[in-house]
Nanobody
């Protein structure tokens, strides 16, 4: 089993920046990729960014050029640097870890962008 703990959410003005962190523990050797989803009430869940074990990254069109996903050398912590934040980025952000036998989810961290 993999456990994920997110941190770094909060309230920021439009145009500002935040960095989210996600620390993985447990059976980390089973992780193939990690990433971030976000969920806004009344909207579909959106896959924001992913990074594979090989370091390849992918982003939703809505965040390209503004968000950057990265990880530490031990591959146990993933970061999401969010710049030029917009009110529409307001959501609960969930860290995910893709394993051979399923996906682990973090508890979520709230990001609120005020206009």
């Amino acid at each position: 089993q993999v456990q994920l703990v997110e941190s770094g959410g909060g309230l920021v003005q439009a145009g500002g920046s935040l960095r989210l962190s996600c620390a993985a523990s447990g059976n980390i050797f089973s992780i193939n990729a990690m990433g971030w989803h976000r969920q806004t009430p009344g909207k579909q869940r959106e896959l924001v960014a992913t990074i594979t074990s090989g370091g390849s990254t992918n982003y939703a069109d809505s965040v390209k050029g503004r968000f950057t996903i990265s990880r530490d050398n031990a591959k146990t912590t993933v970061y999401l640097q969010m710049n030029s934040l917009k009110p529409e980025d307001t959501a609960v952000y969930y860290c995910i870890a893709a394993q051979v036998d399923g996906i682990a989810w973090g508890q979520g961290t709230q990001v609120t962008v005020s206009s």
